[in-house]
């Protein structure tokens, strides 16, 4: 081997072993930076005859990534069900002493009192105030869950237009990525399919050049250097408000069941709805069976014919007591004829509702309690989804990480290695000079 083979070939190693470095150096400098993944420096046999390059390669595994996304999806949503969930089961406030049931126990409890003494003013005085505290609680529940609602939707907008940022964003990666792909690139890239998959259910297809085409329900969102936004429309049909979500360019509602948006849009479309429908089904009830009692009773002055809630209610919202009750509880009757101040039949019947099956072949106490057991056994569910999703994914991420993750130790090591050879070569730089310098000096 002649001496400028030598030197050429050492020079090469010099430069290979310095892109080592470098690379190395860039590891250990992003060992903390969100989405970045490790590269590795592959290097050619250094000859002679032979070339000698060093490639840089960026390591992951794809099928972990895609399993990754997916289950990203099914645990956002597990969380968010969670977190709006446990704010409604708090709203209804079971079991505690503001709770409907302790205030429809409470109410129920005021007319035996009053059965067991119809002349008593302070008895139907006490009947009314826990009538307007169960008015009260009934539109407070109403009020809380519809303001809930009102706060999802706002945060549904809020994320669509987090979606359409990060779809933006994902075009303009893919045309950077057309132009001169770059590692980089790719990392960001791969960066916001996470932040996405947080958001919503999504496919992904990548071309061999780098570039992207994420699509939802079977509509492409982006791909090559075309997006297309999500839209939110509001609708209200028959008195029941609905939020759907709209590609820009489609027609049709886009299905988003995973993710954030795909909780917020099940719970204020299916579960909030169905809540607010039992609270109000209960209310009517309640309002109508004890109107239909009360109105055939007696009071003390003999008059009859007299609701005890307002007639005109249509549910929780307007659950209250009737107007003449509330300025005036001495006209609450008790007995089923006239002239009897002491009969209190009335008032036993009204208490006695507690345990007739007039709401949906349930009692009040059981219908009431069914739906708080639907909360609540969707917080658990959602409870457990949510660990069981945590443990998936962390499993997940370890594998991507063993592959894609920085490990100091290893690029300590490396970089070691790497710098012991780059000396080496600069020694052989010197003595490949000395040898020229020695047959120079032979002319």
Known sequence: MSISSIFNVTKRALMAHQSAINTTSSNIANVNTEGYKRRKVELTMLTSYGIGRDNITRLRQQFVERQLSYETQNLSKYEMDKTITTQIEDIF???NESGLNNVLSEFWNSWNNLANDPESQYARTNVRDKGVVLANTFNRINSDLNNLNQQIKSDITGEVNQVNQIIMQMKSVNQQISARSSDDLLDQRDLLVTKLSNLMNIETRESASGEITVSTDGQILVTSDYAN?????????NGISTTNVYLKNGKHPVNIHSGELGSLLEITNKDIPDYINKLDTLARSIAGQVNAIHSKGYNLDGATGI??????ISGSADFKVSKDVFNDPSIIATAEAVDNPGDGSIAQSVFDLQFVKFVQDNTVFDFHNSTIAQIGNKVQESDFLCKSGEMVVLNLKNQQDSVSGVSLDEEMTNLIKHKQAYEAATKMVSAVDDMMQT????L
């Open 307 to 312: 609701n005890f809630f307002s007639d005109d």
């Open 93 to 95: 406030g079971e079991p």
């Open 229 to 237: 936004e999500l839209i939110v429309n509001n609708s209200t049909e």
């Open 439 to 442: 047959v120079l000096n032979m």
